[in-house]
C-alpha cells in the first residue's frame, strides 16, 4: 500500500487549521494540510473561487485569503478535496484518505482542526425539504451564490443565525424575522458580563443590517412546528417562556418557503474519538470533548485538537489555538527548544484566556432551554437516514435500551448516511428524559472508522496497492 510520510498533518483548514499550519511551516515543519473542501477555509471563511464570493464587506474573505496565502508561503502543502475517514496509532499517526493521490498519509504528529457543527433539535415537521440549519443557508449563499429560498425564518439560538441572517438579507433574500429562544434580558445580562467589545459591535452590526432590511428579530420565541405539502409552506411560532416551553394562546402561523434552524454548535470530535483519546462530558455543550493540556496535547502523545473541535471558542480563540498547537509540535520534532516554545507559549496564552473566558459566558448564555427539546410528537423523525421516530426510540427505552449505542443496536439510528452525527444527541436526550438519567450515561457509544462514508473505488485501489506489494 503507498504510504507518503510527512512530519506534521494538520486536519481542516479553518482558522486554527490555517493558522497552524502557516506557524508549524515557518518553524521548519514540513506541513500537510488535510481538507474535505475544494478550497480552504472551513466553514468561518467559505473561500470559494472569485467568481463566487459574495458579501464580503466585513473583510472574511480577505483574511482567510492571507492565512491561505501564509500557510502557502512558509511551504506547507495544502491537500483540498481530501476527506479524512480514520485515523491509527501505527509508527506515528496512520491517516486513511479518500480523494488523495495516496491512500494513506503517516504523520510524526497531527493537529486536528476540524471545527464544530451545528445543533439541530427536531420539532414536528423538520423533516420536511425546506427546513435545513443557518450553516447550510449560508454555506450555500458564499459558496455557490445560490439562495436556499425565497422567503426565510430562523429560529433558534445564538450568535450564528443573526451573521447567516444578516448574509442572506442583503443578498436579496426575504427574511421574514429571527428568532431567538432566550428572552432579551437575559441576554443582555450574560452579553455585557462577556465584556467583549468587538464581538458587542459585530452583533450590532448584523442587527443593523436586518432592520435595514425589514426583518424582524423577536426575542423569547420560537418555531414549533414546519406544514407544508410536500415541502415547508408554513411555519407556526409562538412565544416561549423562560424553560422554553410554548406560551398558550401564543401561536402565530407565517408564510415562508424555508426555515434555517439552528441551536449552537458542538465541537466534531468523531476523528478524536476514534483516535482513542481521553474525553470528558462538557456540562454546557452537553456533548463529549476531548482532554487537552496546557499545549492543547490530547492523552495521546503527539495529538493535538486546535479551535472549535474541541471546544467552541470562535475565529480568534481558534487562530491562537493553531500557534500555540503548532509551537508544541515544533518543540516535540526539534525544531525549537523548550525555552523557546515556553516564550511563545506565554504570549498566546494571555490571549487565549480571554477568549476562552468569553466564549464559555457565551455558550452558557445561548444553551438550549429544556422545553425547545420537547416540542417532538411521537411520530417526528429523530433519525432522517433511517426514518427512526421518537415513538420507536421510546419503545427502545421500554424494552430496556438505556444508551444511544442500545437505540442504534435496537432501532438502526445512527446507522445511516451521516452515521449518526446528526441524531444522536438527540436521541440519547431522548433516552436521558425516559429514565430520567443524567446525559453523560445516555450519550454513550462509540465511533468507529470510516467515520465518512467511503466509495468503493477507494477500497478497491487500496486492496490493488496491496496486491502490489505483496
Same mark, same amino acid.
Given at each position: ?13 479553518? +482558522? ?6 502557516a ?21 468561518y ?23 491561505? &496565502? ?31 493521490? *495516496? ?5 510524526? &504528529? ?6 464544530a ?15 435545513? *440549519? ?9 459558496n ?7 422567503r ?16 442572506? !438579507? ?7 424575522a429571527?428568532l ?27 442587527? !443593523? ?40 394562546? !401564543?401561536?402565530? *402561523? ?32 452537553? /456533548?463529549?470533548? +476531548? ?32 500557534k ?17 516554545? !515556553? ?8 490571549a ?16 438550549? &432551554? +429544556? ?17 427512526? /421516530? ?46 430520567d438519567i ?11 472508522p470510516?467515520i465518512? +462514508? ?17
Amino acid at each position: 500500500m503507498k504510504v507518503q510520510d510527512v512530519q506534521l498533518a494538520v486536519i481542516g483548514s479553518g +482558522p486554527a487549521g490555517l493558522t497552524a499550519a502557516a506557524e508549524a511551516a515557518a518553524l521548519g515543519i514540513e506541513t500537510v494540510v488535510l481538507d474535505l473542501y475544494a478550497r480552504p477555509g472551513g466553514q468561518y471563511f467559505h473561500l470559494s473561487p472569485p467568481e463566487f464570493n459574495v458579501l464580503n464587506a466585513r473583510g472574511d474573505v480577505q483574511q482567510g485569503t492571507m492565512l491561505e &496565502k501564509a500557510a502557502l508561503d512558509a511551504g506547507a502543502l495544502l491537500w483540498n478535496n481530501t476527506e479524512v475517514w480514520g485515523i491509527y496509532l501505527e509508527d506515528g499517526f496512520l491517516i486513511g484518505l479518500s480523494g488523495a493521490e *495516496t491512500p494513506r498519509l503517516r504523520a510524526q &504528529k497531527v493537529i486536528i482542526a476540524v471545527g464544530a457543527m451545528e445543533r439541530s433539535l427536531p420539532f414536528p415537521g423538520w423533516a420536511l425539504p425546506g427546513v435545513m *440549519t443557518a450553516g447550510a443557508a449560508l454555506a450555500l449563499l458564499k459558496n455557490q451564490r445560490i439562495l436556499a429560498g425565497r422567503r426565510f425564518l430562523f429560529t433558534g439560538s445564538g450568535p450564528l443565525q443573526l451573521a447567516a441572517a444578516a448574509y442572506l !438579507s442583503e443578498a436579496g433574500a426575504e427574511v421574514h424575522a429571527v428568532l431567538e429562544q432566550h428572552q432579551f434580558v437575559s441576554l443582555l445580562k450574560h452579553w455585557r458580563l462577556a465584556g467583549n467589545w468587538d464581538r458587542t459591535l459585530e452583533g450590532w452590526s448584523y442587527l !443593523s443590517s436586518l432592520r435595514q432590511h425589514g426583518a424582524k428579530v423577536l426575542t423569547g420565541w420560537a418555531a414549533v412546528r414546519a406544514e407544508g405539502q410536500g415541502q415547508v409552506e408554513r411555519a407556526v411560532i409562538a412565544r416561549v417562556d423562560r424553560a422554553g416551553h410554548p406560551i398558550a394562546d !401564543s401561536e402565530q *402561523t407565517i408564510e415562508v418557503d424555508t426555515i434555517c434552524q439552528g441551536y449552537g454548535l458542538v465541537p466534531a470530535t468523531r476523528l478524536s474519538r476514534v483516535l482513542g483519546c481521553e474525553h470528558i462530558f462538557h456540562p454546557v455543550l452537553h /456533548t463529549y470533548t +476531548p482532554v487537552r493540556d496546557d499545549w492543547l496535547q490530547t492523552s495521546v502523545e503527539g495529538c493535538f485538537v486546535a479551535g472549535d473541535a474541541a471546544e467552541i471558542i470562535g475565529k480568534n480563540g481558534a487562530l491562537i489555538e493553531g500557534k500555540l498547537a503548532a509551537v508544541a509540535a515544533a518543540s516535540q520534532l526539534g525544531k525549537i527548544n523548550q525555552e523557546q516554545a !515556553s516564550e511563545r507559549a506565554n504570549e498566546l496564552r494571555g490571549a487565549l484566556k480571554r477568549e476562552h473566558s468569553f466564549a464559555s459566558r457565551l455558550s452558557r448564555a445561548f444553551a438550549p &432551554k +429544556p422545553g425547545i427539546r420537547r416540542l417532538m410528537e411521537d411520530d417526528t423523525v429523530i433519525c432522517r437516514c433511517e426514518q427512526v /421516530t421518537l415513538a420507536q426510540i421510546k419503545k427502545a427505552v421500554r424494552d430496556g435500551v438505556d444508551s444511544f449505542a442500545g437505540v442504534k443496536n435496537y432501532t438502526r439510528a445512527g446507522m445511516g448516511w451521516c452515521q449518526g452525527r446528526m441524531c444522536w444527541m438527540n436521541a440519547a436526550q431522548v433516552v436521558a428524559d425516559e429514565l430520567d438519567i443524567p446525559l453523560e450515561n445516555a450519550s454513550c457509544h462509540t465511533v468507529r472508522p470510516p467515520i465518512f +462514508p467511503v466509495t468503493l473505488g477507494d477500497l478497491l485501489e487500496e486492496e490493488s496497492a496491496l496486491e502490489v506489494n505483496e
